[in-house]
């Protein structure tokens, strides 16, 4: 039986393939110290190597290969630059950059680093994240980077979104009827008037 843990293990796997296929190291080598300008204020400090076999990497890269209709191996450079600069957070400035620099509400659409779990799906331990000695046995939460622990559920967010929109439909047309009246008008059950009962009657 598979779960949702598996497809990340999926992910790293099908583009570290495509990667092996075109004889591109998983490593990213650090940046050559000959050129780096502290002079220039564009030129980039950061000489870390990057692992492109971990799952934002991948992720990084298969949304700029989807985004763009390209191959994985042609995304190599922008997805370690993202990862350089921003890190795993940065997955959410991308995918919002993909969509015009619209906000994307994760209640709607599944995160593309978790999958709309909400949680961090590399399963950090609590050693790993840093987190206050007193929390290593409440059994706390580690969020999503990307997502922050967004509850992922469209069909029950959209029901609630339709009621609210209704409500203030109802309070905008209807004279003299607040926002509460008719939010109240909307949930309270409907008792049978006269005219309904003489109508059944027929």
């Known amino acids: 039986m598979t779960t949702v843990f598996d497809q990340f293990g999926c992910r790293i796997t099908e583009v570290t393939v495509q990667l092996t296929a075109h004889n591109i190291p998983l490593t990213a080598p650090p940046a050559p110290a000959a050129d780096l300008d502290p002079t220039d204020p564009w030129a980039s ?3 870390a190597p990057i692992d492109r076999s971990t799952l934002a990497w991948c992720t990084a ?8 209709h390209t191959t994985v191996d042609r995304q190599v450079l922008a997805a370690d630059a993202l990862l350089r600069e921003l890190g795993v957070p940065g997955l959410a400035q991308l995918y919002s950059d993909l969509h015009d620099g619209a906000p994307i509400d994760y209640r709607y659409t599944p995160c593309p680093y978790c999958s709309g779990i909400g949680e961090d799906p590399t399963q950090p331990t609590c050693r790993d994240v ?13 969020l999503c980077p990307v997502c ?7 069909e029950w967010f959209t029901e609630q979104h339709l009621k609210e929109l209704d409500a203030l439909l109802v309070a905008a047309v209807v004279p003299g009827v607040g926002y509460w009246a008719a939010r109240w008008n909307r949930w309270r059950p409907t008792r049978p008037t006269p005219s309904m009962q003489v109508g059944n009657r027929i």
């Open 148 to 154: 922050h622990g967004a509850d992922h559920q469209p």
């Open 130 to 142: 840093g987190c206050p000695p007193q929390y290593e046995y409440a059994g706390h939460d580690h």
């Open 61 to 68: 890269a298969q949304m700029l290969a989807t985004h763009h």
């Open 45 to 47: 400090t950061y000489v």
